[in-house]
């Protein structure tokens, strides 16, 4: 939830946790998109393979005038914006700050 959404996507969520729509960048707070989908295959076939496609002005707008139920799972955690350069450093910033959140990856071979 942010309460200055204008950045973001935000999402008005019915009953049931289902999407009912997606709105592009708007003044106002809400539930903002994170930009993280799990799709089953048989959704994404529905779309033309082999072309750049936007989830948010292309596959959710097709998806809910199709009437597929989307759920969507609401977190509340600290969101790391980093769509500026201002809040990239900021995101930066955040994470040497909270090192024990972001374990190491492990060593490869």
């Given at each position: 939830w942010?309460?200055?959404?204008?950045?973001?996507?935000?999402?008005?969520?019915?009953?049931?946790?289902?999407?009912?729509a997606?709105?592009?960048k708007?003044?106002?707070s809400g539930?903002?998109?994170?930009?993280?989908?799990?799709?089953r295959?048989?959704?994404?076939?529905?779309f033309?393979?082999?072309?750049?496609?936007?989830?948010?002005?292309?596959?959710?707008p097709?998806?809910l005038?199709?009437g597929?139920?989307?759920?969507v799972?609401?977190?509340?955690?600290?969101f790391?914006?980093?769509?500026?350069?201002?809040?990239?450093?900021?995101?930066?910033?955040?994470?040497?700050g909270?090192?024990?959140?972001?374990?190491?990856?492990?060593e490869?071979?």
């Open positions: 942010q309460e200055d959404a204008s950045r973001y996507g935000t999402l008005e969520i019915g009953e049931g946790a289902i999407l009912k997606f709105r592009e708007r003044a106002g539930w903002i998109n994170a930009g993280v989908y799990l799709f295959d048989a959704i994404l076939a529905r033309p393979p082999q072309r750049p496609l936007s989830f948010e002005t292309e596959v959710f097709s998806l005038d199709q597929v139920a989307v759920k799972h609401k977190v509340q955690a600290p790391l914006d980093i769509g500026t350069p201002e809040s990239l450093v900021q995101a930066e910033a955040f994470v040497r909270n090192q024990n959140w972001f374990p190491s990856p492990p490869l071979a």
